[in-house]
């Protein structure tokens, strides 16, 4: 749950008539923040005219709080309700319901509320009930008798469709049919505690980083009126590549509201698939999508019968891209095994050189050398080692001996007597993880954490090195060598998907990347801080509450959990999968 704080702060918009967006925007903000006074301003006219001494009783004092608390509330609804109240006593003589002020606005923002949910909920069966003879894929078997029925009892329906209403009931369609019957009355939202997470799946952490950045940057466009009416209740999804972020609203105020955010799972099924799809169908006919398909008829809404609108674009939120990348053919050639053993002693130099720049730890001078019998196939690199260290350093320099320890622990011990290339990529992945090939002389790194690390650290450099020397080609100098090393140390993290890549992403570290292996296949997985587009659509809150208290219905009462159950399959017009699946646990 995230509380944002309003103000007319006008933000440049990220489409096409940028400029004009962002006045308009800035001009309904400014307006925005003198909604209340106006309303308050009138309120205080009519309440200082009909002050008299008369007692007033405690239901009139009631009303009269509501009118001097319902500006700050809703400050959009109460300049309305204000204004219908003001024209109606203009026009009625006499006065209506005894001239009481604080009477008239409650009756007004009742019928102005019904009349809003009512028109909500007609969309929502029209759009239930229209889908089924658009898509066949929806069709049931005795689907014809079902709308003949329904064309039948339609004055039926539609006094199911007013007591929902006058109940501020859900409208539920019962197993997922265009047949509706009215759910119990419920609170918009309850909630234990704030800020927790539904879910500790890996993904959360992609939502973890993206969620602050885009709850301000919405923030903004809501006060500048772009999402659209964002009362209590209102809903909202916003595409950002791969994820589906899903947002409502519980409560809203002068200057502040409060979101509950879901992110969806990134690894979709095939009805969230076709959903998904849908969605950007929508965001790429409103002509914000770079590249795509934008048809002639633009100017009309395609998607007019479906329960997701369009409403804005956002550029700026910075957020991760990822890309995976296979490696069969790659990672086991020997060039590229060899590149990786032969950069490694350069990483290993530029790691453990910079680590004891300052202070050189008196365990590590005292590290004795390890027996000769051990086979390095690779030679010392003393032309990086003089570019590093300067050409007048002591050749029993300890830092050679800890570099060739430290080496011939991960490249030679532990391999069985073989060549680090005739260990094969399991050797380099095994190790990129931090598993390195047990052996007697490991306790030296087992026992030194740090030197471990560093260890590690430069092994995973020396692979990236190796990567961009197979792909791109070779540094042509040790300046070139260095620069790129210094990049790797300041830009990016190496390592295994664990708690450490998590901390790294929510510290937004610009660039990670990971290695890893499944049914024999190694892939590499890249994360790329950028600022990146995203797209948001309003949805409707009769559909979104209807389908909530269907399943509510289905899985709690009827209690069918079948996964093909023909309420969940996908439905391009309701988001019906996606609107499932965003429920509240245990039930989403």
């Given at each position: 749950?995230h509380?944002?704080?309003?103000?007319p702060?006008?933000?440049?918009?990220s489409?096409?008539?940028a400029?004009?967006?962002?006045?308009?925007?800035g001009?309904y903000?400014?307006?925005?923040g003198?909604v209340?006074f106006?309303?308050l301003?009138?309120?205080?006219?009519y309440v200082?005219r009909?002050?008299?001494?008369?007692e007033?009783?405690?239901l009139?004092?009631?009303?009269i709080?509501?009118?001097y608390?319902?500006p700050?509330?809703?400050?959009?609804?109460?300049l309305?309700?204000v204004t219908?109240v003001?024209?109606?006593r203009?026009?009625?003589?006499?006065?209506?319901?005894?001239g009481?002020?604080?009477?008239q606005l409650l009756?007004v923002?009742?019928?102005?509320?019904?009349?809003?949910e009512?028109c909500?909920?007609l969309y929502?069966v029209?759009?239930?009930?229209?889908s089924?003879?658009?898509e066949?894929?929806l069709r049931?078997?005795?689907f014809m008798?079902v709308?003949?029925?329904?064309?039948?009892a339609a004055?039926l329906v539609l006094?199911?469709v007013?007591l929902s209403?006058?109940?501020a009931?859900?409208?539920?369609?019962?197993?997922g049919?265009p047949?509706?019957?009215?759910?119990?009355?419920r609170?918009?939202r309850?909630w234990?505690?704030?800020g927790?997470?539904?879910?500790?799946?890996?993904?959360?952490?992609y939502?973890?980083?993206l969620v602050?950045?885009?709850?301000?940057?919405?923030?903004?466009e809501l006060d500048?009126?772009?999402l659209?009416?964002?009362?209590?209740?209102?809903?909202?999804l916003?595409?950002l590549?791969?994820r589906?972020v899903?947002?409502?609203m519980?409560?809203r105020?002068?200057g502040y509201?409060?979101m509950v955010?879901k992110?969806?799972e990134l690894?979709e099924t095939s009805?969230?698939?076709v959903?998904?799809q849908?969605?950007?169908d929508?965001f790429?006919?409103?002509g914000w999508?770079r590249?795509?398909?934008?048809?002639d008829?633009?100017?009309?809404?395609?998607?007019?019968t479906?329960?997701?609108?369009?409403?804005?674009a956002?550029?700026?939120?910075?957020?991760y891209t990822?890309?995976?990348?296979?490696?069969?053919g790659?990672?086991?050639s020997p060039d590229?095994?060899?590149a990786?053993?032969?950069a490694f002693?350069?990483?290993?130099?530029?790691?453990?050189?910079?680590?004891?720049?300052?202070?050189?730890p008196d365990r590590?001078?005292s590290?004795?050398?390890?027996?000769t019998t051990?086979n390095?196939?690779?030679?010392?690199?003393?032309?990086?080692?003089?570019?590093?260290?300067g050409?007048?350093?002591?050749a029993?320099d300890?830092l050679?001996r800890?570099?060739?320890?430290t080496?011939?622990?991960?490249?030679?011990?532990?391999?069985g007597?073989?060549?680090p290339v005739?260990a094969?990529?399991?050797?380099?992945?095994?190790?990129?993880?931090?598993?390195?090939?047990?052996?007697?002389?490991l306790e030296l790194l087992?026992?030194?954490e740090q030197?471990?690390?560093?260890t590690?650290t430069?092994?995973r450099?020396?692979w990236?090195?190796a990567l961009?020397e197979v792909?791109?080609?070779?540094?042509?100098?040790?300046?070139?060598?260095?620069?790129?090393?210094?990049?790797?140390e300041?830009?990016?993290?190496l390592?295994a998907e664990?708690?450490?890549?998590q901390?790294?992403m929510?510290?937004?570290?610009?660039n990670?990347l990971?290695?890893?292996?499944?049914?024999?296949v190694?892939?590499?997985?890249i994360?790329?801080?950028a600022?990146?587009e995203?797209?948001?659509?309003?949805l409707?809150e009769?559909?979104v509450?209807?389908l909530?208290?269907?399943?509510n219905?289905e899985l709690l009462?009827?209690?069918?959990d079948?996964?093909?159950r023909?309420?969940?399959q996908?439905?391009g017009?309701?988001?019906?999968?996606i609107?499932?699946?965003?429920?509240?646990p245990?039930?989403?």
């Amino acid at each position: 749950m995230h509380v944002c704080a309003l103000g007319p702060t006008l933000t440049g918009a990220s489409h096409r008539n940028a400029s004009a967006q962002g006045v308009l925007s800035g001009a309904y903000a400014a307006w925005s923040g003198l909604v209340p006074f106006l309303s308050l301003i009138y309120c205080s006219f009519y309440v200082a005219r009909a002050v008299q001494p008369i007692e007033t009783t405690l239901l009139e004092a009631l009303f009269i709080s509501r009118l001097y608390r319902w500006p700050w509330q809703s400050p959009g609804r109460a300049l309305l309700e204000v204004t219908l109240v003001a024209w109606l006593r203009s026009y009625i003589a006499g006065g209506w319901l005894g001239g009481n002020l604080g009477l008239q606005l409650l009756l007004v923002s009742f019928v102005d509320g019904r009349l809003r949910e009512l028109c909500d909920k007609l969309y929502f069966v029209a759009l239930s009930s229209g889908s089924t003879f658009r898509e066949k894929k929806l069709r049931f078997g005795y689907f014809m008798p079902v709308h003949v029925a329904q064309w039948v009892a339609a004055p039926l329906v539609l006094g199911i469709v007013l007591l929902s209403v006058a109940l501020a009931a859900p409208l539920v369609p019962f197993l997922g049919l265009p047949l509706f019957i009215v759910g119990y009355p419920r609170p918009l939202r309850q909630w234990p505690v704030a800020g927790e997470s539904f879910s500790a799946s890996e993904d959360t952490v992609y939502y973890r980083q993206l969620v602050p950045r885009l709850v301000r940057r919405l923030c903004a466009e809501l006060d500048g009126g772009r999402l659209g009416p964002a009362a209590p209740g209102a809903f909202w999804l916003v595409r950002l590549e791969s994820r589906i972020v899903w947002i409502e609203m519980v409560e809203r105020g002068y200057g502040y509201g409060v979101m509950v955010v879901k992110g969806l799972e990134l690894q979709e099924t095939s009805c969230h698939h076709v959903e998904a799809q849908v969605l950007d169908d929508v965001f790429s006919h409103a002509g914000w999508v770079r590249g795509g398909d934008v048809p002639d008829d633009s100017r009309l809404n395609r998607y007019w019968t479906h329960v997701v609108q369009p409403r804005c674009a956002l550029g700026g939120v910075s957020s991760y891209t990822s890309s995976t990348m296979r490696l069969s053919g790659l990672i086991d050639s020997p060039d590229t095994l060899r590149a990786v053993t032969r950069a490694f002693y350069k990483t290993l130099l530029f790691v453990l050189a910079r680590a004891t720049q300052q202070d050189f730890p008196d365990r590590w001078k005292s590290l004795r050398n390890l027996s000769t019998t051990y086979n390095v196939s690779q030679p010392f690199p003393i032309e990086w080692y003089s570019f590093l260290t300067g050409p007048s350093r002591d050749a029993r320099d300890p830092l050679v001996r800890l570099v060739n320890v430290t080496y011939a622990i991960v490249e030679a011990y532990g391999l069985g007597g073989l060549d680090p290339v005739r260990a094969g990529p399991k050797h380099v992945c095994d190790v990129f993880q931090g598993v390195i090939a047990p052996s007697h002389e490991l306790e030296l790194l087992s026992q030194d954490e740090q030197l471990r690390q560093l260890t590690l650290t430069a092994y995973r450099y020396a692979w990236k090195l190796a990567l961009d020397e197979v792909t791109v080609g070779e540094y042509e100098s040790p300046d070139a060598l260095k620069e790129a090393l210094v990049e790797l140390e300041t830009s990016w993290y190496l390592g295994a998907e664990d708690g450490v890549w998590q901390q790294q992403m929510l510290a937004e570290k610009p660039n990670l990347l990971s290695l890893s292996v499944a049914d024999d296949v190694y892939t590499c997985h890249i994360l790329t801080l950028a600022d990146q587009e995203v797209y948001v659509a309003s949805l409707s809150e009769a559909a979104v509450k209807g389908l909530w208290a269907a399943l509510n219905l289905e899985l709690l009462y009827i209690t069918n959990d079948d996964d093909e159950r023909y309420s969940i399959q996908a439905h391009g017009s309701l988001l019906r999968n996606i609107t499932t699946q965003s429920a509240e646990p245990p039930l989403g």
